[in-house]
């Protein structure tokens, strides 16, 4: 059985998913921010059979997420690195990391902890803000048609009240 896809549906989250929305993906990429670029060390690391990982490296090849780029003077090794695309993921990551630390863990019991590598600081969260600085409270968020809504989004959201 194969997953959904989100290709025609118009909204970010969907097409976020369509292109890092399986766990394979998402590890993928986490092990890229830990360093890892060759083929052999992502299969030996996750555990992962060798034609699902090479679907999820094309993937994100394919997407501008990961650049593979020969490692070796003859051109037989690659190494897969993460592109600027890619890198803006690690704030989604550590959102999910952070979020697992509270709910999944529990205080006190995290598996890993980021630091600050000038600092020395704990990253133990992150803060949405408006644009003043100030923290959003997303019970007072709504939601409006943007630029690329569709018609049918349009009227949708029209004069609705959403609570994230």
């Known amino acids: 059985m194969s997953r959904k896809r989100f290709a025609e549906m118009n ?19 986490r092990d890229a921010f830990l360093g890892t670029t060759r083929f052999a060390d992502f299969e030996q690391q996750l555990g992962i059979a060798k034609n699902i990982l090479s679907d999820r490296l094309q993937r994100l ?5 990961l650049v593979k780029q020969p490692d070796d ?9 993460l592109t600027e695309k890619g890198r803006d993921l690690w704030l ?3 959102a999910l990391r952070l979020w697992s630390d509270k709910w999944v863990f529990g205080p006190g019991h995290e598996p890993i902890l980021v ?6 600081a704990v990253v133990s969260s992150l803060r949405a803000v408006d644009a003043q600085g100030n923290p959003l409270d997303p019970r007072r968020l709504g939601v409006a048609p943007g630029p690329g809504a569709s018609d049918e989004d349009r009227l949708r959201l029209v004069g609705e009240r959403s609570e994230p």
Not at 61 to 65: M, S, T, W
């Open 73 to 81: 003077e003859d051109g037989r090794r690659h190494a897969y690195r």
């Open 115 to 120: 630091r600050d590598r000038e600092t020395g």
């Open 11 to 29: 909204c970010g989250v969907a097409q976020a998913l369509e292109q890092v929305g399986d766990w394979w993906t998402l590890l993928i990429i």
């Open 92 to 94: 989604v990551l550590t």
């Open 61 to 65: 090849v394919g997407h501008g997420i």
